[in-house]
């Protein structure tokens, strides 16, 4: 009973709320959120990287293939996009199942509390 | 060693009981210590500078979630890296970013171990952290713990290069100036092999001490702190070889020998097991068969209590005695109201631990006058209840120690003339003896 209150209390409530999702969408709600991290991400070491190479830039620019630098910066965003999503995809699928087992055992042991209460004719306001 | 699992059970103990002031002084310290070492190595703007400062922003961090801490931090360092250069300022401003879009959405609770790495790499003791979290964390922790060492390096690398950083930003200020200046400072701040050594030496060292740690063998956690600690070593000085990082080898040897000693005592308080007293037990359910092994923790029983009993009486015709169940060879009656645990709870402290003499017991009945214990509280209480018999006892209780008349030494119970002649004694005498112990 104590462990139960205790889960209440601390994982309990955030628990709660992703169990109301289901797996596919609490996992896909986190990867687009990942989607849009990875985004920010990869522009702002994007500016990083032309500032620090602003000069380089502008004196190589009419000599740059700009169709195949974009090209390639695209393919290195999908490529890092998608493998931190895939992991982001893992973490929040792990968590899903870790939760789901938390959530019924929580379940079981207030059943029980139950079956044990009803056992020894409690009424609600005697066991509370 | 029993004492020493007497003063962790105490400190355990403790630390139940005071949480609610316990929390939110460690985080006071914590940020407190933590914003004055950031002042201290790259205090470059004044303004939030001053001790009153810091102050108020710990205080304030107490009471906050941990995750407020590490904001704050982040101030204090952006604020400081303004003062320097505006490229200090902005590549810090997207290194944290970075750390927290990519990292701190997955670990938020990890806020300590990034706010404790770089404090250890000033104490000289970094090698303590992969070596505990391996112990008490999971794998996960590797990330906190990397960017822990990456803000440490920053930190490093800006109080080095400050002077020459700040300088050509403000004599020069032209634009191309900027960018070299940005580039310099990352290529610098990224291409520090040292940074990347260690980052990859603790990764590797936490994920082993949590690999051995789990293993299902005697003595797994101390296993894991020896390997983790030659690992450590090994993994220091192959790179320092490989890509002369020109780190001191006595210093890593000495930091990671008293992180071992700091791990041991960590395990004394976290995974202290009897293992002469392993049971390996077999049972089943409707699903499965269970193989376990269990190896009790080591604990001490709470000690029991002892409560000599004074000042009871079942009746009033019978006198109070004042003697201990031991004294008298008798047991003492269980108590029969809240009244009777509250004296027996607040008895014991005072008079429980020795012997009772006939002074003492003399003192008890009186007010304990004697021993300075308030004796217009004991009078008042008498007069709250008035009785001849009571006024007597009271009488005595008023009076200093040195007008009352000696008590004989033998005397094991109050005579009748002092005791009350009617059923309200002993609720009287045990009323008394309550303002008393207050």
């Keep these: 009973m104590t462990r139960m209150a205790m889960f209440r209390q601390r994982e309990g409530r955030r628990d709660e709320a992703a169990s109301r999702y289901f797996p596919v969408d609490y996992i896909t709600h986190h990867i687009i959120g990942s989607v849009v991290c990875a985004t920010i991400v990869f522009l702002v070491v994007c500016v990083l990287y032309v500032l620090s190479h602003f000069d380089l830039i502008m004196q190589d620019i009419y000599n740059t293939d700009l169709v195949g630098f974009l090209s390639s910066a695209v393919r290195l965003y999908v490529v890092l996009t998608g493998g931190y999503c895939l992991f982001a995809g893992i973490i929040y699928a792990v968590r899903y199942y870790r939760m789901q087992k938390r959530i019924s055992t929580y379940a079981l042991g207030l059943r029980r509390l139950k079956e044990m209460t009803d056992s020894e004719g409690l009424t609600n306001d005697d066991a509370g | ?438």
Aim: proline fraction near 5%; charged fraction near 15%.
């Design chain 2, 1 to 438: 060693m029993t004492t020493l699992v007497e003063i962790k059970q105490l400190i355990k103990s403790i630390y139940v009981r005071y949480e609610l002031w316990i929390t939110p002084l460690w985080k006071f310290l914590l940020s407190f210590l933590s914003l004055s070492l950031i002042n201290s190595h790259v205090g470059y703007l004044s303004a939030i500078k001053p001790t009153p400062i810091v102050l108020m922003c710990a205080l304030l961090c107490s009471f906050m979630p941990t995750g407020f801490m590490v904001f704050i931090s982040s101030f204090f360092i952006l604020g400081h890296f303004y003062a320097v250069s505006i490229e200090t300022l902005g590549v810090t401003l997207v290194l944290f970013l970075l750390m927290f879009l990519l990292y701190f959405r997955f670990g938020p609770g990890d806020t300590v171990v990034l706010m404790l790495m770089p404090m250890l790499f000033l104490f000289k003791i970094p090698y303590l952290m992969p070596l505990a979290l391996g112990l008490v964390a999971s794998p996960v922790s590797v990330a906190a713990m990397s960017c822990g060492t990456v803000i440490y390096y920053l930190l490093s690398y800006v109080q080095t290069n400050a002077t020459t950083m700040g300088a050509s930003s403000v004599a020069v200020g032209e634009d191309t100036e900027i960018v070299v200046q940005l580039r310099s400072f990352l290529t610098g701040f990224m291409m520090n092999r040292g940074m990347w050594v260690t980052v990859a030496a603790f990764a590797a060292v936490l994920i082993v001490v949590y690999l051995i740690r789990r293993l299902p063998v005697d003595h797994a956690w101390k296993a894991a702190i020896l390997v983790g600690a030659v690992l450590n070593l090994i993994l220091l000085m192959v790179g320092d070889f490989m890509y002369d990082t020109r780190f001191s080898f006595v210093g890593v040897v000495a930091g990671t020998l008293i992180s071992a000693l700091l791990c041991f005592i960590l395990e004394f308080f976290f995974f202290q097991l009897d293992y002469s007293r392993t049971e390996r037990v077999q049972f089943e359910d409707d699903e499965y068969f269970y193989y376990v092994k269990a190896v009790p923790k080591v604990t001490l029983a709470e000690p029991e209590r002892r409560v000599k009993k004074i000042n009871r009486a079942h009746n009033a015709a019978k006198p109070v005695h004042h003697t201990s169940s031991a004294q008298s060879g008798r047991r003492m009656p269980e108590p029969e109201d809240e009244e009777d645990e509250m004296l027996r709870e607040r008895v014991p402290s005072r008079t429980a631990s020795r012997p009772m003499g006939a002074a003492d017991r003399t003192r008890s009945v009186a007010g304990r006058t004697a021993a300075g214990r308030a004796p217009v509280r004991t009078a008042g209480a008498t007069v709250r209840q008035p009785g001849s018999a009571t006024r007597s006892v009271s009488g005595a209780a008023a009076r200093p120690a040195a007008h009352r008349p000696a008590p004989a030494a033998s005397t094991r119970s109050i005579p009748r003339t002092q005791a009350a002649s009617t059923d309200e004694m002993p609720d009287r005498v045990l009323r008394v003896n309550k303002d008393i112990n207050k």
